[in-house]
């Protein structure tokens, strides 16, 4: 069966690549666009529930807009929906991502003024110039300390979820506002250049299967039905979660108990993005 998030398509247009595999009206190659605000939400259905969010210099390809919504798939892992119009731009190449927690676009390349826009990590951005203290940006300046050029990503997944320790948990969340456990791992695994879906269930298509019996390695990521958490060493994760509304430190024996005596599962996968 066809999986409506990975599926750009909706009855009345679909992508020209789908022409013959799936109904429309009409089928388009999309335009692209990339995201102009801080946060967007990628609804299910136009003025629906958020399903997941895109994050500013963000690439979609923009197949209908009707109403004032556009129905678009993200380039980051495909994942298809509804975003409002009105947060999309012409499309840049983006050069450089936000590489901190947050940081504070501004209208000068000087500290004192006048902040434009908040960014959270991950967010990309497209570098023109180079200053003393700042990068500019078409949009603003950027301390450069907050950056790292999208050629030179991360190399150490758990790292980068250590850096989102504390986010407030957010349902379908992706961003230092507000984060679930399916965001967090995506935002750890695609700052390391690590292709990675955006759901947990999607996600345990990473890497290679952890072999029975061994012990979890930093990094590993273990699976329970809904839910996805990584491995800091052998004996601690790292996850957003509903009990501590948080992404939050964890002993794995004691996550392991805790969320099986909830009645959601047993470790159904344990996944090793990188061997």
Avoid at 174 to 196: E, H, K, P, T, Y
Avoid at 211 to 220: F, S
Avoid at 224 to 246: P, R
Wanted: charge should be negative.
């Amino acid at each position: 069966m066809t999986d409506p998030r990975l599926t750009p398509a909706n009855g009345r247009v679909a992508a020209e690549r789908l022409r013959g595999l799936v109904p429309a009206q009409r089928y388009v190659a999309g335009e692209p666009r990339r995201v102009a605000v801080p946060v967007a939400d990628l609804d299910g259905s136009p003025g629906g529930m958020r399903d997941r969010q895109l994050l500013w210099g963000e690439g979609v390809t923009v197949y209908e807009t009707r109403n004032g919504v556009a129905f678009v798939e993200a380039q980051r892992d495909g994942y298809v929906g509804y975003v409002s119009a009105v947060s999309l731009a012409p499309a840049r190449a983006p050069t450089h991502r936000v590489a901190v927690p947050a940081t504070h676009l501004y209208r000068d390349d000087d500290m004192k003024s006048p902040d434009l826009r908040h960014l959270s990590f991950g967010s990309l951005v497209t570098v023109e110039a180079e200053g003393r203290r700042f990068w500019e940006t078409p949009e603003g300046y950027i301390p450069k300390a907050h950056l790292r050029p999208l050629d030179r990503p991360f190399t150490d997944p758990a790292a980068v979820a250590q850096l989102l320790f504390g986010v407030p948990y957010l349902w379908g969340g992706n961003s230092v506002l507000g984060i679930d456990c399916s965001g967090l791992v995506q935002a750890a695994l695609l700052a390391c250049g690590i292709a990675c879906g955006g759901d947990s269930d999607l996600q345990q298509a990473v890497g290679a299967e952890v072999p029975e019996g061994e012990p979890p390695r930093r990094g590993d990521l273990l699976f329970w039905k809904g839910h996805v958490a990584m491995a800091v060493d052998e004996g601690t994760l790292i996850h957003a979660n509903a009990h501590h509304m948080a992404v939050a430190y964890e002993g794995t024996d004691h996550a392991m108990r805790r969320i099986a005596a909830q009645g959601d599962s047993e470790v159904i996968a344990r996944r090793r993005p990188r061997a």
